[in-house]
């Protein structure tokens, strides 16, 4: 990159939520950014379509956002002057069992506490320190890994969060609170005996006591539109409908950040890098896919417990021990009979995603790596056992395996919606292992996608952190 006049101060490549909010970071600073999205629609895991029934609007990937108002770049800017508003529901997450009881996360610590029983202790205990030092974690825990700001609680963190989801809930006594911890910690898409999948439980369950699992009016394109509207509203420009598959397609800029995976970037730019960071990128691992299911019906899921019916999400799996092995059993390539469910019907406590009367559910569970296997079966036994005559309420479906999960959003390798891996190695050398793991070995090139720190959820830090990298390096400005 020389000094020479260039089109553009910033190339931005993919218009995901990190992408956008790398756009947006570096634009604030008066400097002149070119945005560009292959698909004909900004958003990335934040895109909202009438997949099955026209007035029925789908999330099309990501439709409940715990880390979005958890995050920084969220919460620094005024979001409701775009038209975006989320919605709290009563209960963050339900976690259901077979004779009807269920467990509960709510948007406060008492009151999660106040229902679970034999494990209050346990789980005061554990969460206490990070419910109330959460703003102290925050910035560390949602950015790169480096020397934190406040040293004991990060610690406290840290030395829980190393740990496997198994042996955390060994804490806990009874099935309901086991079963709950399953759910949140099984968000890591490992299985739950691996080091450090107690670090997703902890995050999820924490921002859930302090912020809430919040849902965005409309539908998740919503987030993106007014990520769009503010960065237009700067002076940004936004390029759709243009896949890019090499570095000359590119205007002249001095930054080019790509909104990319390392399987993507390498086939873009590789030849720009060193044969050392080549290699690392090469070496980047992609986890397990997802199997997803949209639903037009004509009430809400009849479960068994209406509890769940209050909550934004409901986690089906069952107990701790058969969440663990169809975790387990998908890390080896199995198809389990009983998977792990995400379900969310975000209409009911949101009256524009489907008719007066009529409701959308949102449903997915992990599969092998780049599965194409129909889970819909196993996906509705599931539903049904928590909720009983469910497959009558059903209208209409749609369905999309992980290879078609790829094919409709490039970043989704295999199916894997977290941009990689997160296990305990690529939680420090994510995607490579290097001082700042923004910067690629190219001067001017940078990756902010999940790819980076602090990894999947619809946030924006990685593109934040990322365009902030970029500012200090090439124009000595710091955010």
Not at 263 to 288: C, D, H, N, P, T
Not at 302 to 312: E, K, R, T
Not at 446 to 474: E, M, N, W
Request: include cysteine; proline fraction near 6%; aromatic fraction near 10%.
């Amino acid at each position: 990159m020389s000094d020479l006049k260039t089109d553009y101060d910033a190339v931005v490549v993919g218009a995901g939520p990190n992408g956008l909010a790398a756009a947006i970071t570096i634009q604030e600073q008066g400097l002149n950014v070119l945005l560009i999205e292959a698909t004909d629609t900004i958003g990335g895991g934040s895109r909202t379509a009438e997949l099955t029934l026209p007035g029925f609007h789908h999330d099309v990937c990501s439709a409940i956002h715990p880390m979005q108002a958890a995050s920084p770049f969220f919460a620094n800017r005024d979001w409701k002057r775009f038209g975006l508003e989320m919605i709290l529901a009563p209960i963050e997450a339900a976690h259901p069992q077979d004779n009807g009881e269920v467990a509960c996360l709510y948007n406060s610590l008492d009151k999660t506490i106040q229902h679970l029983h034999s494990d209050r202790d346990a789980f005061y205990e554990l969460f206490e320190p990070m419910v109330n030092n959460w703003a102290k974690l925050q910035p560390d825990v949602l950015g790169p890994i480096g020397f934190p700001q406040h040293l004991f609680p990060y610690m406290n963190f840290g030395l829980k969060s190393i740990q496997s989801a198994q042996s955390i809930g060994k804490r806990f006594k009874s099935k309901y609170t086991r079963g709950l911890w399953a759910g949140m910690t099984a968000h890591s898409m490992q299985p739950l005996e691996n080091l450090s999948t107690a670090a997703i439980g902890i995050v999820l369950t924490t921002v859930g006591m302090v912020h809430g699992w919040a849902i965005p009016k409309g539908g998740s394109q919503s987030i993106a539109n007014a990520m769009e509207q503010y960065f237009l509203s700067l002076g940004g420009k936004i390029q759709t409908g243009t896949p890019v598959k090499n570095l000359g397609q590119l205007p002249s800029a001095k930054a080019i950040l790509f909104d990319l995976t390392p399987k993507q970037v390498l086939e873009i730019a590789g030849e720009s890098f060193s044969s050392l960071y080549r290699w690392q990128l090469s070496k980047f691992k992609y986890g397990m896919g997802v199997f997803k299911m949209d639903f037009a019906v004509d009430r809400p899921v009849p479960f068994i417990n209406q509890l769940c019916n209050q909550a934004s999400t409901v986690h089906i799996g069952g107990t701790f021990e058969e969440i663990q092995e169809s975790e387990s059993d998908i890390w080896k390539g199995k198809h389990p009979e009983k998977p792990f469910v995400l379900l969310a019907q975000s209409s009911m406590f949101d009256d524009t995603r489907a008719p007066e009367g009529k409701h959308t559910i949102w449903a997915y569970c992990h599969t092998p790596h780049g599965s194409t296997t129909d889970m819909s079966v196993a996906i509705e036994n599931q539903i049904e056992r928590f909720a009983p005559g469910f497959r009558k309420t059903i209208l209409a479906k749609n369905t999309i395996n992980s290879k078609q999960l790829e094919a409709y959003n490039a970043n989704y390798i295999g199916g894997d919606i977290n941009g990689g891996v997160l296990n305990i190695t690529q939680l420090v050398n994510r995607p490579a292992l290097r001082f700042s793991p923004y910067k690629t070995s190219a001067k001017g090139m940078y990756i902010c996608s999940s790819s980076t720190p602090p990894g999947g959820g619809v946030h924006g830090q990685c593109g934040f952190h990322a365009a902030k990298q970029a500012l200090r390096d090439l124009w000595r400005i710091k955010v």
